[in-house]
């Protein structure tokens, strides 16, 4: 069954540093997504991104943050000059196009366990 | 803006059912969706609703008012492994794509 696949698992970094997150989304999904969760706190959308662009994002994905498609299976979370507070897990997810007004549902990956020294 | 509630943690015993609530209020909806994350583990889809009614799969059902702004996910026959965090989501409507707003999630502890 495909999956999407996120590396690395955990990554160590100090306060200050630019971290780049990696994730591969299943292949024939055009949308794609970046939720972060702080340790006990519920998960919370970042950003969307579909045919190379942000179609939305929230108030957390300030100009510290960017996402990148940079070849036909990566899509990239760039976090410039991390915060002790950036410290959490990163999920991306994918999701194929909605047919007709119906849902669709979004896979997420393992996440990328960011911690911020 | 947008408020979605679900209780904190509840308990069940193995091989009862267990309903979980969960109530909303947002601007824009475009479904209400319910996944299951473990401990340390990334959310995985149990079901969607969109529509107002029942939605069944396997042990897992799910239901929607969206008149209410009311939905609950439904376990039967429960399992020591359905121990977990079950998550209440919305599903935005904007131009393209999704969003998912989550709610806190309920803790379920599965009990001998």
């Known amino acids: 069954e495909p999956e999407v696949t996120q590396t690395p698992s955990h990554q160590v970094t100090q306060m200050g540093q630019e971290v780049i997150l990696r994730c591969v989304p299943i292949?024939?999904?055009?949308?794609f997504y970046w939720y972060r969760q702080i340790l006990g706190q519920k998960v919370e959308f970042l950003v969307s991104f579909y045919n190379n662009e942000i179609s939305e994002k929230s108030e957390i994905f300030d100009d510290q943050f960017s996402v990148e498609r940079p070849d036909g299976s990566n899509f990239t979370l760039k976090i410039r000059s991390t915060k002790l507070e950036d410290s959490a897990m990163y999920f991306c997810a994918s999701s194929e196009m909605p047919r007709g007004g119906e849902a669709y549902e979004q896979y997420f990956g393992p996440g990328t366990r960011l911690t911020v020294t | 803006g947008q408020n979605i509630d679900q209780p904190t943690e509840m308990t069940a015993t193995e091989g009862a059912i267990v309903q979980i609530n969960c109530t909303y209020q947002?601007?824009?909806?475009?479904?209400l969706f319910w996944y299951q994350q473990h401990a340390g583990e990334a959310p995985t889809f149990l079901s969607y609703?969109?529509?107002?009614g029942l939605e069944e799969k396997g042990r897992f059902s799910s239901f929607l008012s969206r008149s209410k702004g009311y939905s609950y996910l439904l376990l039967k026959e429960l399992q020591m492994k359905d121990s977990a965090s079950y998550l209440c989501?919305?599903?935005?409507?904007?131009?393209?794509?999704?969003?998912?707003?989550f709610g806190q999630g309920t803790e379920l502890s599965v009990k001998p």
């Open positions: 947002t601007s824009g909806f475009n479904g």
């Open positions: 292949s024939n999904h055009l949308y």
């Open positions: 989501a919305v599903d935005k409507i904007y131009n393209q794509g999704g969003k998912l707003i």
């Open positions: 609703n969109v529509l107002d």
